[in-house]
Every structure is written in structure tokens, then in C-alpha cells.
Antibody
């Protein structure tokens, strides 16, 4: 079965750090661009970051650049989101997702179930 | 950043109705747009990619159209399992941006 499983969420104080993991099964992560997408409670979806298959090319939402870092370990079929200097506005469900370039479009075809991050004192 | 204006923000419909949701981009995005369905407590699910291509396994009552700045998701003959929130996403330019969502509920 093709799936993504996130872990690592939890409660953290403002200014704190957390590392999210996302492990793939049923497909080879090496072949895929990967992303993190978040959703604050009761709010809409927000794209956070993308990482190229090899890991060298990354893109970030401006509000997280310099605080959140996407990375991957293809040998472990996993991607990560290192979250530093966390703020209350980072509170959200974090989803990892795979996207597949199709022509000029890049749809997210596989999503994880999400892991919740709560930033609060 | 490209703004995606989705409308309506919510609608009430009955089983069997035809439903139309629109997304307007603040600048041209070719056909680099996808539509996603999200049910409460669940991850989003891809319905349409490249503005009008139906994702494998998605019922044919879902269709998408548009190019440039104006896009439409149509659900023909709404089914009980279609009551959910729908989002558009542009992947033409960074930062990728979602519409604010359209909640479809039962009339």
C-alpha cells in the first residue's frame, strides 16, 4: 500500500524546536519531489516547503524561511521538517505530501494523515 | 505572491444537484491548478490536476475547466459522500497558494 506516515508533533513553548518526520512506504521516495503543507485549526491549507528528489533544491514560504528547514534521507525513505524558533502562528496540523510533475503542473497525489504541532506556553 | 480567490466560501446543496465552485488567480497561471477535497479530520484528496485532468479513481461527476486566471470545479449530480470542503491550489509560481476553501453542506 502506498502511504506516508508523519510523526514528531506535539506541544512546544514559543521559541522552542521540534522535528517532524515523514516516512514513505509502497513507493521509492528517491523518485519524488516532496512537500510539507499545514492547516491551522479551523483554517485553510497553506503550502510550507518543497524539496527536490536529491535534496539540493528547496523552496519555502516566506514566513517560515530561516526557521523551518526541510530535508530528506532517501536511504530511510523519509523527509523531515526541522522547526526552530516556533511561534504561536505555527500551530497547525502538518501534512507531508508527494507531488508529481505532469507537464507544468505539480499535483499532490499522496498525502500523509498529518501530525499536530501546538505552540503554546 | 499569487492570490487565489475562491467562491463561494460555502454553499448548501441537495443530493443530485449540480455544484460549481470557482477560483480566480491574481495573475495568469496557465493551467497549473489543482482541486482537492477534504473531509473533516482527514487529509486532502486530489480530484483534478492541470486544471481539467481527472485524477485516477475519482468519479467522472467531477470535472474542471479554465486556464489563465479563471477556473471552475463542477460536481454533477452531487452524492452524499461529496459533502466536504474543496480547495484550489496554484503551483505555477512560488509560493504555491491555496484558495480559502468552499464548504459544501447539505441543504
Amino acid at each position: 500500500e502506498v502511504q506516508l506516515v508523519e510523526s514528531g508533533g506535539g506541544l512546544v513553548q514559543p521559541g522552542g524546536s521540534l522535528r517532524l518526520s515523514c516516512t514513505a512506504s509502497g513507493f521509492i521516495l528517491t523518485d519524488s519531489w516532496m512537500s510539507w503543507v499545514r492547516q491551522a485549526p479551523g483554517k485553510g491549507l497553506e503550502w510550507v516547503a518543497n524539496i527536490h528528489q536529491g535534496g539540493a533544491i528547496k523552496f519555502y514560504l516566506d514566513s517560515v524561511r530561516g526557521r523551518l528547514t526541510i530535508s530528506r534521507d532517501n536511504a530511510k525513505n523519509s523527509i523531515y521538517l526541522q522547526m526552530n524558533t516556533l511561534r504561536a502562528e505555527d500551530t497547525a496540523m502538518y501534512y507531508c505530501a508527494r507531488f508529481i510533475p505532469i507537464g507544468t503542473s505539480d499535483p499532490f497525489d499522496i498525502w500523509g494523515q498529518g501530525t499536530m504541532v501546538t505552540v503554546s506556553s | 505572491a499569487i492570490q487565489m480567490t475562491q467562491s463561494p466560501s460555502s454553499l448548501s446543496a441537495s443530493v443530485g444537484d449540480r455544484v460549481t465552485i470557482t477560483c480566480r488567480a491574481s495573475q495568469g497561471i496557465r493551467n497549473d491548478l489543482g482541486w482537492y477535497q477534504q473531509k473533516p479530520g482527514k487529509a486532502p484528496k486530489l480530484l483534478i490536476y492541470a486544471a481539467s485532468s481527472l485524477q485516477s479513481g475519482v468519479p467522472s461527476r467531477f470535472s474542471g475547466s479554465g486556464s489563465g486566471t479563471d477556473f471552475t470545479l463542477t460536481i454533477n449530480s452531487l452524492q452524499p459522500e461529496d459533502f466536504a470542503t474543496y480547495y484550489c491550489l496554484q503551483d505555477n509560481n512560488y509560493p504555491w497558494t491555496f484558495g480559502q476553501g468552499t464548504k459544501v453542506d447539505i441543504k
